[in-house]
């Protein structure tokens, strides 16, 4: 047989764009769309592209089949015991590597929604945690279920602390529960929850909507968010005043002020 009829033959990731949108898909089903190699190599590929792709405006991440991601593909790593340094060396450039991926996502220029149907664990759960924005339908199910298993996710709770209030991450940590869809909106993993089957067309409506505003804008206000949460207040305060002077005298925002003053819809420069 031909290798490129194979199933796996298939790209691990998918990408399609419209109106300003590139939807990214995880395309690992029969094996639950692990954080494998291929698929951390696919994913930095593609963010990589993406942040040089002045047409983007938005990005939005999904998953094909009945589970978003199981995080690391356990049975790849168990290999690498055989190593002589029992996979050491492995192990730490595999958990570099996710965690450059995920530092990617919130890094990229363009804003990224999670689209999530069934189970998000581990360092799947973690890449939710990292996007942007995420939207849930109502069967998704989130879970950090390494304290099961005696490996504690601790890769993934440097996200989760960054988007829940420390009970609830540690909550998700120490139990390794599965958190139901309105669960994890309450908790702040998630923004909202849709019917089942519903997640990919709300969030690219949630994409849409961005689309729509300046793209230099929302760069600059994506930088800047992520910037000043790792600051003190004093600090924060004055790296945002910063920025929002620079904001004030770039083109949209003569443009925008302009605009609302005149009662008009504005025009935005091209990215």
Known sequence: ???????????????EDAGGIATLTLN????????????????????TAIAADRSVRVVVLSAAGPVFSAGHDLKEMSAHRADADRG????????????GVMQQVMNLPQPVIAAVEGTATAAGCQLVASCDLAVAGAEARFCTPGVHIGLFCSTPMVALSRNLAAKHALEMLLL????????????GLVNRVVAAGQALAEAQRLAAVIASKSPATVKIGKRAF???????????????????????????AEEGIGAFMEKRAPVWREP
């Open 28 to 47: 690992r089903p029969q094996s639950r769309n692990p954080l494998s190699e291929a698929m951390l190599a696919a994913l930095a590929e593609a963010f």
């Open 176 to 187: 390794g529960e599965m958190v139901p869809a309105e669960e994890a909106a309450r908790m």
């Open 88 to 99: 050491r060396a492995y192990f730490t450039d595999i958990l570099g590597r996710c965690s």
């Open 226 to 252: 992520y910037e000043q949460r790792e600051m003190g207040l004093a600090a924060a305060y004055d790296h945002a005043a910063a920025v929002m002077v620079e904001n004030m005298l770039a083109r949209d």
């Open 1 to 15: 047989m031909n290798a490129h009829h194979k199933p796996d033959a298939a790209p691990v990731l998918l990408r």
